[in-house]
């Protein structure tokens, strides 16, 4: 995909508000199940298209009665999104509990090792660790996961986690809608260096899955 197919892609959804509503809770519920796609992935793309929304001129809309998204509206809709699928996690680990430990789902997306390492910070910084792993994109999914297994109750969850992300999310969002021309001139000068760091991404994560997939079946 070149520069031009990316804006364009982009700046089509850019009058669509009701389209990039939904795609954006359906892609943060989905990455709770292990979509590989990163929560900040989700939040760059919204702010661009609010960045293209906000400059008519430059992207302009299809026809001159076309809503644009609404930034305000935007930044709600990705916090209540970025909310609810950590919540989703969070009861995944709360109602099934120890069945989880050991299975291929754990094994797949915590692990034992980082199970541990979780624990250590649980120790150390009792339900604020929820916070921590707001901030911590590798230790997120396993990090909400663990807080809703090892019995850190709804409201502590919500409060750390809820404030964590009140700033996080729409700060993310607020600053690409407004300088995302900044993003797009990069974009352009690093267009190559891009792709292949997705793709190296890409390869590197269907690696590890074809690894994890041998080493299970050596076992069995």
């Not at 809503?67 to 950590?86: M, P, Q, R, Y």
């Not at 916070?131 to 663990?146: A, D, I």
């Amino acid at each position: 995909m070149n520069e031009a197919e990316i804006l364009e892609f982009f700046a089509q959804y850019a009058y669509q508000p009701y389209l990039v509503y939904t795609f954006i809770i359906a892609f943060m519920t989905a990455s709770s199940f292990g979509l590989p796609l990163p929560e900040e992935v989700i939040l760059v793309s919204a702010g661009l298209v609010a960045y293209m929304a906000r400059n008519p001129i430059e992207f302009p809309p299809p026809t001159p009665d076309a809503e644009g998204v609404n930034l305000v509206f935007l930044a709600i809709i990705c916090t209540i999104a970025v909310l609810g699928s950590d919540l989703l996690i969070y009861f995944i680990g709360k109602f099934f509990g120890q069945k989880i430990i050991g299975t291929k789902f754990f094994n797949n997306n915590i692990g034992q090792e980082r199970f541990n390492k979780i624990n250590k910070v649980f120790k150390k910084y009792s339900y604020w660790a929820c916070g921590l792993f707001r901030f911590t994109p590798g230790l997120r999914f396993p990090g909400h996961m663990s807080c809703g297994l090892m019995g850190i109750s709804l409201w502590q969850f919500l409060l750390v986690d809820g404030l964590a992300a009140l700033v996080s999310v729409p700060t993310q969002v607020l600053l690409v809608a407004y300088n995302g021309k900044v993003i797009l001139d990069k974009l352009r000068e690093f267009k190559l260096a891009l792709a292949a760091v997705v793709a190296v991404l890409i390869l590197i994560y269907f690696a590890r899955r074809l690894i994890r997939f041998y080493r299970h079946k050596r076992v069995n």
